[in-house]
């Protein structure tokens, strides 16, 4: 089913569910059916909630070395180098107004002090 729109807690069209399921509430979504005949209206609740399990003596860390995504802040008037990013599967991002691609191919165009760490998270309409 296709998404036609996604509500917050606390904005309005989520206020009756929020009555009703108190902080539990993550979501409202309103679907449109494959045949586009009906719209339903979903809700996205917490059912359980833990601790995160890690390992002892162990750091999270990219499976592979080398093949993180992060940004590269590129100035529009550096027109090679953007299409260098994008000859190597670069995209732009509107939302940090920077370029993002693997670090190890960044590595390659010897572009590293370009790299601006920890804007990738802020990178959320490139699909990585």
Do not use: F
Request: hydrophobic fraction near 35%; proline fraction near 3%; charge should be positive.
């Amino acid at each position: 089913m296709e998404i036609i729109k996604t509500i917050r807690p606390g904005q309005d069209g989520s206020k009756r569910y929020q009555e009703k399921y108190g902080d539990q509430l993550c979501a409202v979504r309103y679907r449109r059916s494959p045949c586009k005949s009906t719209v339903y209206t979903t809700v996205e609740i917490i059912v359980a909630q833990r601790e995160a399990y890690q390992q002892k003596g162990r750091e999270p860390r990219p499976e592979k070395v080398g093949q993180d995504w992060v940004a590269i802040k590129i100035a529009y008037e550096e027109l090679e180098l953007r299409n260098e990013i994008r000859r190597i599967g670069g995209r732009w991002s509107r939302m940090a107004k920077a370029w993002v691609a693997k670090r190890h191919l960044v590595s390659r165009l010897n572009i590293d002090h370009r790299i601006v760490e920890g804007l990738v998270d802020q990178c959320l309409d490139v699909g990585i």
